[in-house]
């Protein structure tokens, strides 16, 4: 078995746990990540990508000061542009979830900006999907609804899973008098 692709398992893992809400074992996976990053930085190519994945587990159990060194360090390895716009989102979320809504607005933007210039489609949207949310949540609605209207056109056209969601947003939009 290939040892790099072992060493990239925990990354991998913590992000997954992540996004499935299991922020507790995420933390747990995203240390042994870091652990195999700095004793065995020969085998992981992207740098970073523990720190980042960690990043938002931490922010999502509530624990930001930790949060926010993660995600700062993770954006401090710029040899890997696609996992750049990863840490870019995963910071904005953080913003997001402590409540710090116009920094989540100014990174996200950052994010989507990163993400298209680089031609990334799929992380285009995700990080429009974000500041939709960030932007409803200060208040502007139609910024939101074009935010979300442009991620919904793009993961239709690639058919993706999270298009419902972002469905969901405009209708909830729709639906809300303010």
């Known amino acids: ?7 990239l398992l925990p990354a991998a893992l913590a992000g997954a746990l992540t996004r499935t809400g299991r922020y507790a074992e995420a933390v747990e996976s995203g240390r042994h990540a870091l652990h ?3 004793t065995r930085p020969d085998l992981i190519p992207a ?7 960690l ?12 949060a926010f060194e993660h995600l700062h360090r993770s954006l401090e390895h710029d040899s890997d542009r ?16 402590a409540g710090q809504v116009d ?3 100014e990174v996200f933007r950052r994010a989507v900006e990163h993400r298209r210039g680089m031609g990334n489609a799929l992380g285009t949207a995700t990080a ?12 502007d609605r ?3 609804r074009q935010a979300w209207e442009e991620a919904l056109a793009v993961l239709e056209r690639l058919d993706h899973p999270d298009a419902e969601a972002v469905r969901a947003h405009l209708t909830d939009l729709d639906g809300s008098s303010g």
């Not at 740098?47 to 994945?53: C, F, L, S, Y």
């Not at 990043?55 to 930790?66: I, K, N, P, Q, T």
């Open 55 to 66: 990043g938002l587990a931490l922010a999502h159990l509530g624990r930001f000061d930790e």
């Open 36 to 38: 195999v990053e700095r």
């Open 103 to 105: 920094a989540a607005v």
């Open 82 to 97: 696609f996992l750049r716009g990863i840490a870019l989102t995963c910071l904005g979320t953080a913003h997001f979830l």
């Open 142 to 144: 139609d910024e939101a």
């Open 1 to 7: 078995m290939n040892l790099a692709f072992l060493a």
């Open 128 to 139: 429009l999907a974000e500041l939709g949310k960030a932007l409803r949540a200060r208040g």
């Open 47 to 53: 740098k970073g990508h523990p720190d980042a994945n």
